[in-house]
């Protein structure tokens, strides 16, 4: 097998940003029960034994008619392939994809994970309100079966800001939690007991990252009720205990979460004399001693925003940490070095379009018509993908058996050969997914099946 940037196992679980250490042998068992790992691979796909289960296709997010989600429905629903079963031929699809579920699953805010005995994804909204209408742009939370049977809706947003969500898989101690910020409330579901809570009117949260070591604490704020106190309230949720604690928050300032990287959390503080907004990262077992204007060190100068953690027990010398910010009015990601006293500008506005994931000192991202990597060791981009229609914000990966990054999947358009007759008015446009080696290497294989 191909095999590329050989790490160890203990090298990985220390590298957040991808699934590690807990996906190392996911779907080696489907037996489900609390001992088992949330499998996730980025989100588009499901690495679980020989099966990859994915949303076949991917659409724009604009469905306004039931007739409009049946025919999206034709090309991005749930599905499974055997990985024995995948060609590799970027244009032709592999014979035997399974449509598992007839959900629209490959959209905007698609989110799918395995757990025990289940699959879990997301898919838009079909309840009609109290005025008999749909908001498909509401997302609803389902799990199944591996093969589709045995579907459950576990629960539907009632609204979905797409600039403000946050969604999780998680796990703590016994027991799998999918957590869900659709940018006004916070719902906590537990996977084992199937019971859950809802917060409203969150403003901003802190929430680990997929496969991370965490506290089992929720960090989020709320707007104060008594409108003549000025600042905001912040508290923290315990999973286990399904309760809400108080943080103390120093009386005029307004504390506003902005990442989170396994427990050291960032958030930034304005005050109502004060303008200027900074960003601070605390320990999240300080909280509990300080408020946030004593508890953490100034981070960064500027708001920050898709906080990435980057290196690993191996490359001790690059660990630290990637974001966005606005720097004169342009977004840039730049690397905050734990060894540095300030950050560095790895890639200019223009020269990506979206933060994908990190793996050790790499930084994946898109590009207007591809994928690429940064090396923070080396300073050079790779790209990955090129020359291809992508959808630049929904990346998967998997992993060889000793934790190395093994693939990336993503969703293009149909490539065709240069000798096809099919007449340009006449090809298929839909967004389907592939597949490609993490390092470049290789040419793309199609794995969706076409409706063409």
């Known amino acids: 097998m191909k095999k590329w940037l050989n790490v160890t196992m203990a090298a990985l679980f220390a590298g957040v940003g991808v699934c590690t250490l807990a996906l190392a042998g996911c779907g080696e068992n489907k037996n489900g029960g609390s ?14 034994g020989d099966d990859i289960i994915f949303a076949n296709g991917f659409k724009s997010d604009e469905i306004q008619t039931m007739s409009t989600y049946k025919d999206y429905a034709s090309s991005t629903h749930l599905s499974s392939v055997k990985k024995s079963a995948l060609v590799n031929d970027t244009f032709t699809s592999p014979n035997d994809v399974k449509n598992i579920k007839n959900e629209v699953t490959g959209f905007g805010n698609m989110y799918t994970f395995a757990y025990g005995d289940h699959v879990y994804y997301a898919a838009p909204n079909k309840h009609k309100t109290s005025s008999n209408a749909y908001v498909f742009s509401y997302v609803s939370f389902f799990r199944a079966g591996f093969d589709g049977s045995d579907e459950k809706e576990l629960f539907t947003t009632n609204s979905y800001d797409s600039a403000k969500a946050v969604v999780r898989a998680l796990k703590f101690q016994k027991y799998g939690y999918l957590i869900v910020f659709d940018g006004t409330n916070l719902t906590i579901e537990n996977l084992d007991t199937l019971t859950k809570k809802v917060v409203e009117n969150v403003t901003s949260v802190a929430i680990p990252r997929e496969s991370e070591s965490w506290n089992g604490k929720i960090y989020y704020t709320q707007n104060k009720t008594n409108s003549q106190t000025s600042g905001n309230d912040a508290f923290a949720y315990e999973v286990e205990s399904g309760k809400s604690k108080s943080l103390e928050n120093s009386v005029g300032w307004t504390a506003t979460f902005v990442g989170r990287s396994e427990d050291d959390v960032f958030y930034t503080l304005t005050n109502i004399d004060n303008s200027v907004t900074k960003t601070y990262v605390c320990s999240a077992g300080e909280f509990d001693k300080h408020t946030f204007n004593t508890c953490g060190k100034v981070f960064y100068s500027a708001a920050i925003d898709d906080v990435y953690s980057v290196g690993n027990n191996g490359m001790d010398k690059y660990e630290g940490y990637v974001f966005s910010s606005s720097l004169s009015g342009n977004e840039q990601i730049l690397y905050m070095q734990n060894s540095a006293d300030e950050a560095q500008v790895i890639l200019k506005n223009g020269d990506y379009s979206n933060i994908l994931f990190t793996y050790g000192d790499l930084v994946y991202y898109s590009t207007t018509n591809g ?3 940064f090396s923070l060791s080396n300073q050079q981009a790779t790209n990955v993908v090129e020359n291809m229609t992508i959808n630049g914000e929904k990346i998967g990966y998997d992993f060889y058996k ?8 993503f969703y293009a358009q149909r ?19 592939y597949t490609k080696y ?11 099946k076409t409706v063409k």
Not at 438 to 444: L, S, T
């Open 371 to 373: 994928i690429s990597y």
């Open 438 to 448: 993490a390092d470049g290497q290789g040419q793309a294989r199609l794995m969706g």
């Open 415 to 433: 490539v065709y050969a240069e000798d096809d007759e099919t007449a340009e008015d006449e090809r298929d446009t839909n967004y389907y997914l």
């Open 402 to 409: 000793d934790g190395s990054l093994k693939n990336i999947y």
């Open 35 to 48: 001992d088992d790992p949330v499998i996730f691979n980025g989100g588009i796909v499901c690495d679980v």
